[in-house]
């Protein structure tokens, strides 16, 4: 064997750049670095979560709005029968369209916060330490989607008081609360955008309220696409709302079906939250400026 050749062998030391583990620091590297940014992440996500301990009553206040929606909206439009919903009651067909809004509605206005915690320095404080900046947004992202979860449980409560036909399969369960996370998790990404774009808490508000319905209609959450004028399914087939409710909508129903494949809607939303995360990353040091 000539000299200076490598031999991976555990316990023994290596000629060049190995370990005494077996183990190239090639490897090692990026995998402690991926690790370390997922570990920071869920610090951060933590962190916002906490922030529910002092103020609970925000999680009651957010079910006043799906409750008004299956009960009256929900209740009106299935003894109408004006909507094809493909034979399954009305009711059913919108309760995982009300997760979806609800779960927008939430994600939305997460990026408030980020206002609020640069007027008082925290943002300053979080930029000069050496977290990657694409870790403290994805965090925040996530801890939209923690609070979504409470949503979660409001409307399968309210669904399984309405009579709604639920899937109870483990698997299905989890598949819904990984569709409520990541889209909670895109929509406080863009929410975070915008605040890092119009650094006030009154324009944020103001384009945040503009967003949400054209979003919120512009989906499949209370009526199919097959329905919908032309112009209307092509902006429906990209917004990312219509694949969160897809995907709810066929896991979270007994005999529930996808238009898109929940493969694809989750890849979609996974895809979507990638790129907002890549943007929002790249923005956040402008908030403070």
């Known amino acids: 064997m000539r000299e200076g050749t490598i031999v991976k062998h ?63 909206f929900g209740q009106v439009f299935t003894r109408v029968h004006a909507i094809p919903t493909g034979g399954i009651p009305y009711i059913d067909f919108m309760a995982p369209g009300i997760l979806a809004q609800s779960v927008l509605f939430i994600a939305i206005f997460h990026g408030i916060a980020i206002i609020w915690e640069r007027d008082l320095g925290l943002v300053h404080k ?30 399968y409560l309210l669904s399984l008081l309405l009579g709604v036909k639920i899937n109870w399969n483990p698997a299905a369960l989890a598949g819904v609360l990984c569709a409520a996370v990541l889209g909670a998790a ?3 990404m863009l929410s975070l955008i915008i605040a890092c774009i119009v650094k006030t808490r009154e324009r ?5 309220q503009v967003l949400t319905m054209p979003l919120f209609f512009a989906s499949n959450a209370i009526y199919p696409i097959s329905i919908m004028p032309g112009w209307l399914q092509v902006i429906s087939r990209i917004n990312p709302l219509t694949y969160e409710v897809d995907a ?42």
């Open 186 to 188: 895109c929509f406080a």
């Open 248 to 289: 709810l909508r066929s896991l979270m129903l007994a005999g529930g079906t996808s238009v898109f494949g929940i493969g694809a809607d989750l890849g979609v939303m996974a895809l979507i939250l990638g790129l907002l995360v890549i943007v929002a990353g790249r923005i956040y040091p402008g908030i403070a400026v």
């Open 10 to 72: 555990p316990g023994r030391d290596e000629r060049r750049g190995g370990s005494a583990s077996g183990f190239s620091p090639l490897v090692t590297i990026p995998f402690r670095s991926v690790a370390g940014f997922v570990k920071t992440t869920f610090v951060i996500a933590e962190l916002e979560v906490r922030k529910l301990r002092h103020d609970p009553s925000e999680l009651l206040t957010r079910a006043i709005q799906p409750a008004l929606w299956l009960l009256i």
């Open 126 to 155: 979080l930029l000069a330490s050496p977290t990657p900046r694409s870790a403290l947004v994805l965090g925040k992202g996530v801890s939209a989607g923690a609070r979504a979860l409470t949503q979660v449980a409001i409307v």
């Open 204 to 208: 944020f508000m103001g384009i945040g």
